[in-house]
């Protein structure tokens, strides 16, 4: 049973470009989650996805920043006109039925922005 | 509100000596759920343990075990005869049943050295 799936690995854009990182689930879950982990710091929700609904946003900057989970494929994260600011390891993790159910992480995109 | 808080940013011990790491959170909610994810160098983040509220019982995994206490909201975890192989960032989560967001401490950078 494969893991969580991110892809890429690495990303590197300029400032002003955009950057998309995508996130497959564990066969079976259904809820999605993305973090984000700045340089020494931990790890801060963004949002919570199931497919084809956001159910809570609370954690995503007001701008240049969406995800969706759309009914096929993976969930995506975009980041529009990415900043220096922006350079973090972005993860996502998903879980089954429930939203307290466990949350297992991918490995993580590391976005580094020039 | 909700917070965790993780006082020990680093510890360094020596290989085979037992070490603490300690978990304070914050919370109205009377059911909630605890875990505990390790950060190796390589970066992804590992599921440990997940408690609920309703279960105070200490869990022992091998070389792992996590004492759980409501009466100090506490949540500590304690690595017997440490290995080199330890050595990672832990941290420590609250989710809170309201929605999927985990709320994680700041970690805890574990040094084992031989």
């Known amino acids: 049973n494969a893991g969580v799936m991110q892809n890429p690995r690495h990303l590197v854009r300029r400032r002003g470009q955009e950057a998309r990182l995508r996130c497959s689930p564990m066969?079976?879950?259904?809820?999605v989650y993305w973090y984000r982990q700045l340089p020494e710091e931990g790890l801060k929700f963004m949002v919570y996805?199931?497919?084809?609904?956001?159910?809570?946003e609370s954690g995503m900057p007001k701008e240049r920043f969406s995800a969706e989970f759309p009914k096929e494929g993976p969930s995506i994260l975009r980041i529009q006109q990415v900043v220096r600011g922006d350079s973090a390891a972005y993860f996502c993790?998903?879980?089954?039925?429930?939203?307290?159910?466990?949350?297992?992480f991918g490995p993580g995109t590391r976005l580094t922005v020039l | 509100a909700q917070k965790v808080t993780q006082a020990q940013t680093e510890i360094s011990v020596v290989e085979k000596e037992d070490v603490t790491l300690d978990c304070v959170y914050e919370t109205r909610d009377t059911t909630y759920y605890l875990f505990w994810y390790k950060q190796p160098p390589s970066g992804e983040l590992v599921f440990l343990i997940r408690?609920?509220?309703?279960?105070?019982q200490n869990e022992i995994s091998g070389r792992y075990s996590w004492n759980f206490q409501k009466s100090t909201s506490s949540f500590n975890f304690t690595i017997t005869a440490s290995q080199v192989v330890d050595s990672a960032v832990y941290f420590c989560?609250?989710?809170?049943?309201?929605?999927?967001?985990?709320?994680f401490g700041q970690g805890t950078e574990l040094s084992v050295k031989p």
């Open positions: 408690r609920n509220s309703f279960d105070e």
């Open positions: 989560a609250l989710n809170n049943n309201q929605g999927g967001k985990l709320i």
């Open positions: 996805l199931q497919k084809e609904n956001i159910i809570d």
């Open positions: 066969k079976g879950h259904s809820h």
């Open positions: 993790a998903s879980s089954g039925y429930r939203a307290t159910d466990t949350q297992y």
